[in-house]
């Protein structure tokens, strides 16, 4: 495999939509079934131009609905065909009940799902409560910080989805408007390059092979359906070493190193934030500033949420005092969102035991600035100057 | 209708056997599952009123209508019929060819007289 490092000749101007269509012209599936809904709503306009235009030998379905696009994506792939939808917010919503059919009948595929609020009140802007909403659907999700990030994920979620040890589907998410409507620079790699990392899809069983006649989708009562969710859980306990691995192979390709969490200045760190997607950007910055004035704070970036990277995150945070956990999704539990619960959760069997508070933010698109990051932390060094928690969730940057 | 078709996947296998997502990979397995114990009556087919137009075997929603040659119905496979009744009601002869009866009766006539089928 011929090694590309990031040289500016293969680097262009992109959004994180541009560059997610970009993908999906270089992964070149056999069908892809989508109906548009915004932010997502340019991933697959732009790729049914590539259809048009014959760069792509690939059936565009287009659908009537959400359900009906994830259910002939379902269909396509089971009859033996790399398939892949894209969608958003009320879009995924309306997927539900697919997706986990998708996901229960162990078909591997590939979905954008550019992060928009869940209707309602109705909103069209950046959060995390759609993707979290299908965090138990066995979906694996990869969360992207940047147009660069939503790019490289896009091919290794193919082979991630499509391993023999693995057959799950996968999303990618990527924030929707802050990413996939930004502009920035993308190191992009060559059709072949690509070609040669994903190679073929090769299905166990096809639909379509007569020779092999098999029934899919089956009625699955009180004696087989237990042991299939069984094996579908073992399938992501085991994905997370393929997933790492793919990333070396990645990296060997592109020359950009991805795992399962990114550490920013968190070796030394007394303090550590936890976020997901493009607020890593602002929190890097934040912390920069922050680590100036002599504040021991550093980041923690979760790429990988499904599976969730249990034993390494305790690893990772067991030598910190206080944790911030920033979610961008309220679970209406009352104790705080779905990415603090389960980090406390893990942090559970930490001998350091280290405080965990929860900050929700950004609900609708609401900004998240260095501002409020810099009050966050600064609220983290109180707690953990008190030694105490003083409440499990806060609300960052409402109005109170 | 051998009725005799194996499982394609063993009722005592472990998850890790078993092939991924519930896919069956063999066909025409209904064959290897026993629906006649759903039925609560029971087609009885008069050979002496048949026209074999074939209706019950077209309608039959089981494949359960017994055919000699491809052609001649001589009765139901009691292994898959349910008792439907759908046999009974398009038959289109009068008298009808064949009469729905309570499947308990019938099991009943079975164990007391010598004509088992
Ligand atoms: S429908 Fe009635 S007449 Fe026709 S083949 Fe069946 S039993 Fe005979
Ligand atoms: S009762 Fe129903 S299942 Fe039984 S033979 Fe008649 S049509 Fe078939």
């Given at each position: 495999m011929s090694v590309v490092k990031q040289d500016p000749r293969n680097s262009t101007a992109l959004t994180g939509n541009e560059a997610v269509a970009q993908a999906m012209r270089q992964i070149e599936p056999d069908v892809v079934a989508a109906y548009p809904i915004t932010p997502q709503t340019e991933i697959v306009q732009i790729f049914s131009t590539y259809v048009s235009d014959g760069l792509v030998n690939t059936e565009y379905v287009p659908v009537e609905s959400e359900h009906s696009a994830m259910s002939a994506t379902v269909g396509s792939a089971a009859s033996g065909a790399r398939s892949m939808t894209a969608t958003s917010a009320n879009g995924l919503a309306l997927m539900w009940e697919i997706l986990y059919i998708a996901s229960g009948t162990r078909l591997p595929i590939v979905m954008p799902v550019v992060n928009r609020a869940l209707s309602g009140p109705i909103n069209i802007h950046c959060d995390h409560s759609d993707a979290m909403g299908a965090r138990d659907s066995g979906w694996i999700q990869l969360f992207s910080e940047n147009a660069q990030e939503a790019y490289d994920n896009m091919f290794q979620a193919v082979r991630i989805a499509e391993h023999p040890d693995v057959r799950l589907p996968a999303m990618v998410c990527l924030d929707g408007f802050i990413i996939s409507h930004g502009m920035e620079n993308v190191f992009t790699l060559e059709d072949n390059a690509i070609?040669?990392?994903?190679?073929?899809?090769?299905?166990?069983?096809?639909?379509?092979?007569?020779?092999?006649?098999?029934?899919?989708?089956?009625?699955?009562?009180?004696?087989?359906?237990?042991?299939?969710?069984?094996?579908?859980?073992?399938?992501?306990?085991?994905?997370?070493?393929?997933?790492?691995?793919?990333?070396?192979?990645?990296?060997?390709?592109?020359?950009?190193?991805?795992?399962?969490?990114?550490?920013?200045?968190?070796d030394d760190a007394e303090i550590a934030i936890v976020v997901l997607g493009s607020t890593a950007g602002?929190?890097?910055?934040?912390?920069d500033q922050l680590r100036a004035q002599g504040i021991k704070v550093g980041m923690l970036k979760l790429r990988v949420f499904r599976p969730f990277p249990f034993e390494e995150l305790k690893q990772a945070l067991a030598h910190v005092n206080v944790i911030g956990v920033m979610d961008r999704a309220d679970s209406f539990s009352s104790i705080g969102g779905p990415l603090f619960s389960e980090l406390r959760a893990v942090m559970y069997d930490s001998e350091t035991r280290p405080l965990i508070t929860n900050y929700i933010y950004g609900?609708?698109?609401?900004?998240?600035?260095?501002?409020?990051?810099e009050q966050m932390v600064r609220e983290l060094a109180d707690v953990q100057e008190a030694g105490r928690l003083n409440q499990y969730v806060n609300y960052l940057g409402v109005r109170e | 209708?051998?009725?005799?078709?194996?499982?394609?996947?063993?009722?005592?296998?472990?998850?890790?056997?078993?092939?991924?997502?519930?896919?069956?990979?063999?066909?025409?397995?209904?064959?290897?599952?026993?629906?006649?114990?759903?039925?609560?009556?029971?087609?009885?087919?008069?050979?002496?009123?048949?026209?074999?137009?074939?209706?019950?075997?077209a309608y039959c929603p089981d494949m359960a209508i017994l055919l000699e040659d491809g052609v001649r119905v001589i009765g139901m496979d009691f292994d898959h019929c349910k008792g439907c009744g759908i046999c009974a009601n398009v038959c289109p002869t009068k008298p009808k060819s064949i009469d729905m009866v309570s499947e308990i009766e019938a099991q009943r006539k079975d164990a007391e007289g010598e004509g088992e089928e």
């Open positions: 070609r040669e990392f994903i190679g073929d899809y090769m299905i166990e069983r096809s639909l379509l092979d007569v020779e092999q006649p098999m029934t899919l989708g089956p009625l699955d009562l009180q004696d087989f359906y237990f042991e299939h969710k069984r094996a579908e859980a073992e399938a992501m306990v085991r994905s997370k070493k393929v997933i790492q691995s793919i990333a070396e192979e990645y990296e060997k390709l592109s020359g950009r190193s991805y795992g399962l969490f990114e550490e920013y200045k968190l602002t929190a890097r910055y934040t912390i609900l609708g698109g609401r900004d998240i600035n260095p501002r409020l990051i | 209708m051998s009725a005799k078709k194996e499982r394609p996947i063993s009722k005592t296998a472990g998850w890790r056997e078993l092939p991924s997502g519930g896919m069956i990979p063999a066909g025409g397995t209904a064959e290897a599952f026993k629906t006649g114990d759903w039925r609560t009556i029971r087609p009885v087919h008069h050979r002496e009123h048949c026209i074999d137009c074939m209706q019950c075997w």
